[in-house]
């Protein structure tokens, strides 16, 4: 830092009567903002001020003119092609695979798959997520998309509620994702399952599904890409939230990088998720809903699964007034 | 029309901070709102020198590149506006000014920020020109009443200057030919893309 105000100041002599006076008829020599900022090699040009908002002392930000690239360019075409691309992706395997039927047809019997508390926390994140999403797309996509279709008065007013929505959703959001990691991490663990799966394509091109337990490496990789993920988008959202309170203005212009970019591909990995849990595949939707799935739903798509499960049902000692088989 | 500007003679600047004072005063400007200040380079080292920065007014302004609601204007005299009724404090416009010029009330929970607040070149905002309603939102319309901004018109040594892009570059051309030196019109070169040749 000494360095740089001694170049600075080094600059700032080029231009000093002194110097000046060398060649008073010549034209004078310019030590303009233009030298100063290379010396100070496209750092904040940052001063003092005897005013208390201390941000106020950073003269000239150049970091700002990169910040506009990013949200005007480089965000808007990762995060539209991200969405875009995922939705075209998933109208194009519906069109040539269709709708996963349940192998067998439906058994008529069911087994408990998620149970009440499983359920409400994850339709507690579904819902904050899609509020989320749909607030944060509008930010970046709304005034090409939305404003012209509403008028600036009302897409101000959406776009405030938006805001609202966005800031205090962020908390329900952040617990449920806590909530998650608890409750399906164990479950979650990648071991040598995953690998066969992958390698047969889970089932979704080609035919065959290899075995594989509660969750399959498709489901486990959702299941790290939101906790991780939603960790990254949630850390860096507190500090939008609290603008300034953690960090300096490139902290904040960093932490909306950080927070866009996850954000704009979680959206798009949520696709694909909602996707396969409701139209993409038969019998799915009632793991979330009721939480009861279809035992040939079961079998077909988490075999080693239901084995523990149904091993469990034999193992377990019946309660001590409970008649014994045939005993009526 | 005029292309109006702001240049600023770091070579005479004193710091009074009387610019800072005179903004605050004709605008009205609540307290923690800084549409104008002076930020000192060097300070009390040899080399010094004082700058007053507001709004730059730019041409292809950042702030209104980035505003998600496209709630900026820019008038027939180049000057960069804000429509209030239609910011919603997102804080955008301040992480891609170069100068650092929007201003927040700070509201609600959180960090939440109320309706941006910046220098208008005294130039008012959407509303009526010179009505009760514009000066609430944005302070006084100087331009409307063919007078130029404050903060430049009140200046002890005019180091700062505001108006007609064309005509206070040469009134700083003839400065630093006749004192034989200077050093450069601050910010001319980030907000306008252009510098002021001697």
């Keep these: 830092m000494s360095i740089r105000i001694l170049l600075l100041f080094a600059a700032l002599l080029a231009g000093t009567p002194a110097f000046a006076q060398q060649q008073p008829s010549g034209t004078p020599p310019l030590a303009d903002e233009l030298a100063i900022q290379a010396l100070l090699q496209g750092n904040t040009v940052h001063g003092r001020v005897t005013i208390p908002d201390q941000r106020a002392a950073n003269l000239i930000q150049p970091q700002g003119r990169e910040w506009r690239e990013f949200h005007n360019v480089t965000l808007a075409w990762v995060g539209g092609i991200a969405v875009v691309g995922m939705l075209v992706l998933l109208t194009a395997f519906y069109l040539i695979r269709g709708r996963i ?47 012209p279709l509403i008028g600036p008065s009302a897409f101000t007013t959406v776009t405030e509620i938006g805001k609202y929505a966005h800031n205090f959703l962020a908390f329900p959001f952040t617990l449920g994702l806590l909530f998650m990691l608890l409750l399906w991490a164990k479950d979650n663990i990648p071991n040598g399952n995953d690998i066969r799966w992958l390698k047969a394509g889970g089932g979704l091109v080609g035919h065959g599904e290899p075995p594989s337990g509660r969750f399959n490496a498709g489901q486990k990789g959702i299941f790290w890409i939101t906790v991780l993920g939603g960790a990254l988008v949630a850390a860096s959202g507190y500090m939008l939230i609290f603008p300034f309170f953690f960090t300096d203005i490139q902290g904040m212009q960093l932490s909306h990088m950080l927070h866009s970019i996850p954000a704009v591909l979680l959206i798009a990995v949520m696709l694909a998720h909602i996707y396969i849990g409701t139209i993409g595949m038969d019998g799915a939707v009632e793991a979330m809903t009721t939480g009861q799935v ?32 045939g005993g009526d | 029309m005029a292309r109006m500007k702001f240049l600023l003679d770091s070579d005479r600047c004193i710091e009074c901070n009387a610019c800072v004072t005179a903004c605050k005063n004709e605008n009205e400007v609540p307290w923690g709102i800084n549409r104008r200040r002076v930020v000192t380079l060097n300070d009390g080292k040899p080399g010094e020198r004082s700058v007053s920065m507001a709004c730059m007014h730019c041409t292809d302004a950042p702030c209104q590149a980035v505003c998600p609601v496209s709630c900026f204007y820019t008038t027939a005299d180049a000057v960069v506006l804000h429509d209030k009724d239609l910011c919603i404090g997102c804080g955008y416009c301040f992480y891609a000014c170069p100068f650092g010029a929007p201003q927040y009330p700070r509201i609600g929970n959180f960090g939440t920020r109320g309706k941006m607040d910046k220098c ?7 509303q009526e020109d010179n009505s ?9 319309n100087r331009l409307a009443q063919g007078k130029l901004p404050l903060c430049a018109e009140m200046c002890s040594t005019k180091a700062l200057l505001a108006g007609d892009g064309e005509v206070i570059a040469q009134i700083y051309r003839e400065r630093v030919v006749k004192r034989g030196y200077g050093s450069g019109a601050w910010g001319w070169r980030t907000a306008y893309r252009e510098t002021v040749t001697i």
């Design chain 1, 101 to 147: 039927p349940i192998q067998g047809g439906r058994s008529g019997r069911t087994i408990l798959r998620f149970d009440l508390f499983e359920r409400t926390n994850h339709w507690m994140v579904a819902s904050c997520f899609i509020v989320l999403a749909l607030s944060g797309l509008n930010l970046t996509f709304g005034r090409h998309v939305l404003l």
């Design chain 1, 294 to 325: 279809d035992l040939n739903w079961a079998k077909q798509h988490h075999n080693l699964w239901v084995e523990q499960e149904l091993a469990k049902g034999r193992g377990a000692t019946p309660p001590v007034r409970a008649k014994p088989t």
């Design chain 2, 120 to 126: 208008t070149f005294c130039a008012g905002g959407p």
């Design chain 2, 132 to 140: 009760e309603a514009e000066f609430i939102q944005y302070g006084s």
